[in-house]
């Protein structure tokens, strides 16, 4: 009961299906843990307790946080004042492929379905989500842009569509309603995990080591946009991100290629007197 409660409330505020499915898993190993009694005889030290097992890995300490006082303040409306602050997650960047290497891995996805939801992932920066949840009426194909439909934060935002890709979604489309969902498998819908199985066998012929999933088509996106000379204030939108901060990432892990980049000093015809 109080688990659908949770979900209900999380849906009425707009948390993504999958942030409600993750607040309501740990506000069931929470339960658990407690043997399921009154939570008023939980004290707010006994709930403390409980989080400081996650010490040791600061994402999960903040995701269980987060669950916790949104069960508490939004669901119970109880007020959960700890003494406990989120720690401070080290940011990594996130790993994305050269554009050498998407190449090669287009290369090696035979069959045209798979090879098309690929492209387009990785045209468009597209969350595996986005693109399994286009339908034929979110192309404008003759303008060149699409439209992602409730995606992450509840927004629409428009996309690109690769000039390559065009002639190839005219011909895919040409049979489908503009209902009809753009990719389905023999039970409906596509699935992330089908996905996920393309790029693992893609990788793999490939020969390319780094850990590959949907997401990091999306990072690479970003990634080649800002090596190609894009500011980052033009990929900020085409990402569906709020914050410019977000998109900031994109800049350091394009860095890099700055390297390549002459100084202005290389190119006077007087050279600095040596020492």
Not at 40 to 49: M, S
Not at 167 to 196: C, K, M
Not at 209 to 229: D, E, M, V
Request: proline share 4%; net charge positive.
């Amino acid at each position: 009961m109080l688990l659908e409660q949770l979900q209900k409330e999380g849906q009425r505020r707009g948390l993504s299906p999958r942030t409600v499915s993750t607040y309501a898993y740990c506000v069931q190993k929470f339960l658990r843990h407690f043997h399921y009694k009154e939570l008023k005889c939980i004290t707010k030290e006994e709930i403390k307790n409980y989080l400081d097992n996650f010490l040791n890995c600061p994402n999960t300490l903040n995701v269980y946080l987060n669950a916790l006082k949104f069960f508490f303040e939004e669901v119970l409306h109880k007020k959960l004042t700890l003494n406990l602050q989120f720690t401070k997650t080290s940011r990594r960047l996130p790993e994305f492929l050269t554009q050498e290497e998407t190449n090669s891995l287009l290369k090696q996805i035979e069959n045209p379905k798979h090879n098309l939801i690929i492209s387009l992932i990785y045209s468009a920066g597209f969350r595996v989500s986005e693109v399994l949840n286009l339908k034929v009426k979110d192309l404008q194909l003759e303008q060149n842009y699409g439209w992602v439909r409730q995606g992450k934060g509840r927004k629409d935002r428009p996309f690109i569509i690769a000039q390559n890709l065009k002639p190839i979604l005219q011909e895919w489309i040409d049979n489908l309603s503009p209902e009809n969902y753009l990719f389905t498998g023999i039970h409906g819908q596509y699935t992330a995990s089908s996905v996920r199985q393309i790029l693992k066998q893609a990788k793999r012929k490939a020969k390319i080591s780094k850990n590959i999933h949907p997401h990091t088509l999306r990072h690479s996106f970003a990634t080649h946009l800002i090596q190609n000379g894009y500011a980052v204030t033009e990929v900020q939108p085409l990402l569906g991100h709020s914050k410019l901060e977000t998109t900031m990432i994109y800049v350091h892990m394009a860095a890099p290629q700055l390297l390549t980049i002459k100084s202005p000093l290389d190119t006077l015809s007087n050279s600095p007197k040596s020492l």
